[in-house]
């Protein structure tokens, strides 16, 4: 007797089964935008020391922030065995002193901070949550920020210590400790500004750290030597225009103008206060901008 085959069809539904495979439904709290915000900075602000990350992402911001703060340590014991009545160093001229290593350190992780996201095109992904672009780069932003004010108060906060520790005159120390906290979290804004603005025009983590080392140092470099010039030729007028046009020395400008530091430029020729008001304004309106380019460059690869 000929036995009937099963016919395709009927093969195939005799093998449909429906498979519990343990999937369900979210219920919980939505957190929202501001959970969002608030973990992307975390996660961002401590990636900019390495934590969470391998070892070796560890190396090079602990060994900076480790440079940062070794001269300070040294100053504060040569103060405390010599009993000395001030501080070899003031607390606005430590981080003048000490940008290259500051430079060094926004152009390591400056990077790290926003270059692999476009290099591996995860942009698109934080956007698909409850998060904006406006959200990504405040994020982002205040993480470096954060991160760079770690590393140029850190020393500060040593040497207000060591000054307590020499019994050093309490509010002297408070106000130029106050006021050199003031230098730095300007400082941090537009260093963070400038290297994260530079960074996410590039996915390639190398050209990044090259670029940023290239602005800071190369601008740096180019406005000391023509107000050198300006000063061998006592055209000492021109020294603190031409203050403007660089991140560091624009720092120096209104902390020598406005809080009490002495200036860096050739001969001490710092920003009268008029010239001050301009150094200020034109820091300002480098962070604004920064934040703003940033926004509108996220803006476009977020799609």
């Known amino acids: 007797m000929a036995v009937d085959q099963p016919t395709p069809a009927m093969a195939g539904a005799d093998q449909s089964r429906i498979h519990d495979i343990g999937y369900r439904g979210y219920d919980g709290p939505r957190l929202g935008r501001a959970y969002a915000r608030r973990s992307l900075y975390s996660q961002s602000l401590r990636g900019a020391y390495g934590l969470g990350r391998s070892v070796k992402s560890k190396v090079l911001p602990m060994l900076l922030f480790a440079v940062m703060c070794v001269p300070a340590a040294i100053m ?3 103060a405390v065995a010599t009993k000395a009545h001030e501080l070899p160093v003031s607390y606005t001229r430590y981080a003048i002193i000490m940008q290259a290593v500051i ?7 400056a990077p790290q901070a926003v270059s692999r996201d476009l290099r591996f095109k995860t942009v698109p992904l934080y956007f698909s949550r409850p998060i ?5 780069v405040r994020a982002k932003f205040a993480a470096l920020a954060s991160a760079l004010f770690v590393l140029t108060a850190a020393p500060l906060l040593v040497m207000y210590a060591g000054a307590l520790l020499s019994k050093m005159g309490f509010a002297h120390q408070t106000k130029e400790f106050a006021q050199g906290l003031v230098s730095v979290a300007l400082l941090s804004l537009l260093f963070a500004g400038i290297g994260l603005v530079i960074a996410a025009f590039t996915p390639r983590r190398g050209f990044g750290i090259a670029a940023v080392i290239a602005v800071l140092t190369i601008s740096y470099g180019a406005v000391s030597t023509l107000q050198a010039i300006a000063y061998t030729q006592d055209s000492t007028g021109a020294i603190p225009w031409i203050g403007l046009f660089s991140p560091i020395t624009l720092i120096d400008g209104v902390q020598s103008a406005f809080l009490g530091g002495s200036s860096a430029f050739p ?6 206060h008029g010239e001050g008001a301009v150094y200020v304004l034109i820091v300002l309106g480098l962070i604004a901008a920064c934040y703003g380019l940033l926004n509108r460059r996220y803006q476009k690869v977020g799609l």
Request: hydrophobic share 40%.
């Open 267 to 272: 001969g001490g020729v710092g920003p009268s």
């Open 76 to 78: 504060v014991a040569v």
């Open 103 to 109: 430079s060094l350190y926004v152009a390591s992780q």
């Open 132 to 136: 904006e672009t406006a959200d990504y």
